[in-house]
Structures are given as structure tokens and as C-alpha cells.
């Protein structure tokens, strides 16, 4: 499973959802890929971003589930970030904060969104995926999956090896 999380999750791009659960500036889901705590959110310029989750300070949960927020401000001792990741305000700590400056930002993962669905890729080498993708885009294109709007999100967790499922749903 570690050469798994290696070689594939944290190496390639991987879809975390669709832009549209995230339609307006400040909307963010919360989620996690290979262990690794992530928040996707939508900026003020409508940019989609999967930053990381985890507070620069002590490591806490920035956000959590679903939500709207015109700024990022962690639960713990309150350090708060725009919705691009950048630190805006540590209380009691601002002088060290602005020293350290964009050590105390939100890294922000590869993002690429491709016919509407966000893809990350974790470790940030991965060659861009819309060229990859696109000898698919002429079987696709008669489905007109882009602009399609959301519906739903369904959680299910299956008691089987990830490449089971991948596998089953690879005939449709
Ligand atoms: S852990 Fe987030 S502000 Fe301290």
C-alpha cells in the first residue's frame, strides 16, 4: 500500500470532484488523498485550488466538510487565511509570522481541471493532464460533460481492494 500511495496517488493526478460542488467564490470541500488532509476551494477570481489542510502553526484542521468563507481562520488559535492560502493574520504571533512570511502560507497543490472535474497531483511532477486526456475528447465529446451541472456527492466505503472497484467500473 506505501508503494501504492507512492507510485500512484501522491505521483499522478487523481479527480477529486467536480467544480461544480464548489460553484461560488468561497465555497471549499474538505477531503484527503494518501493521507494527506486537503481543501479544495473555489478563489475570489473563480480559480478552483486544492490547498492543504493543515495549519502552519500547529497543524490542525484549517476547515472541515463543506462550506462558504470569505477567509480561512483555523479553530485552534485562530490563524486566518485568504482563500488562496496566504497567511493573513497570527494572533499574537505577527511579527514572527510576517518574518517568516510564505513559510506560513497554505502550500497549494497541483490543480488542473479538465472537462469540470478537479484533479490534483500531489508531489507536482506529473506532466499536465489535458494533453494527456485529450485522444479521449472526440469519444466524449457527444456526452457534452462540460457545463454539465452538479447534482449530488454520495460517500460509500467498499470492503475491497481499491483496484476492484476501479476495475468494475472501467467495462461502463
Ligand atoms: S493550529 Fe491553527 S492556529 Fe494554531
Not at 38 to 54: A, D, H, P
Not at 55 to 83: F, K, M
Not at 103 to 130: H, K, M, Y
Request: a negative charge.
Amino acid at each position: 500500500m506505501s508503494l501504492e500511495r507512492e507510485a500512484i496517488f501522491r505521483a499522478e493526478w487523481v479527480c477529486l470532484g467536480h467544480a461544480g460542488q464548489i460553484p461560488l467564490p468561497g465555497d471549499y470541500f474538505a477531503c484527503e488523498l494518501a493521507g494527506e488532509p486537503l481543501l479544495v476551494i473555489r478563489g475570489n477570481e473563480g480559480q478552483v485550488q486544492v490547498l492543504s489542510n493543515v495549519c502552519r502553526h500547529r497543524a490542525n484542521l484549517v476547515a472541515q466538510g463543506t462550506g462558504n468563507r470569505q477567509r480561512l481562520v483555523c479553530s485552534y488559535h485562530a490563524w486566518s487565511y485568504d482563500l488562496g492560502g496566504h497567511l493573513l493574520h497570527a494572533p499574537l504571533m505577527q511579527e514572527v509570522a510576517a518574518r517568516l512570511a510564505k513559510r506560513c502560507d497554505l502550500p497549494v497543490f497541483a490543480t488542473e481541471l479538465w472537462q469540470d472535474f478537479i484533479f490534483v497531483n500531489l508531489d507536482g511532477q506529473a506532466s499536465p493532464l489535458g494533453p494527456r486526456l485529450a485522444p479521449f475528447l472526440p469519444t466524449i465529446n457527444n456526452y457534452g460533460i462540460l457545463g454539465r451541472h452538479h447534482q449530488f456527492v454520495g460517500h460509500e466505503v467498499w470492503r475491497t481492494n481499491w483496484k476492484c472497484l476501479v476495475e468494475n467500473f472501467m467495462e461502463g
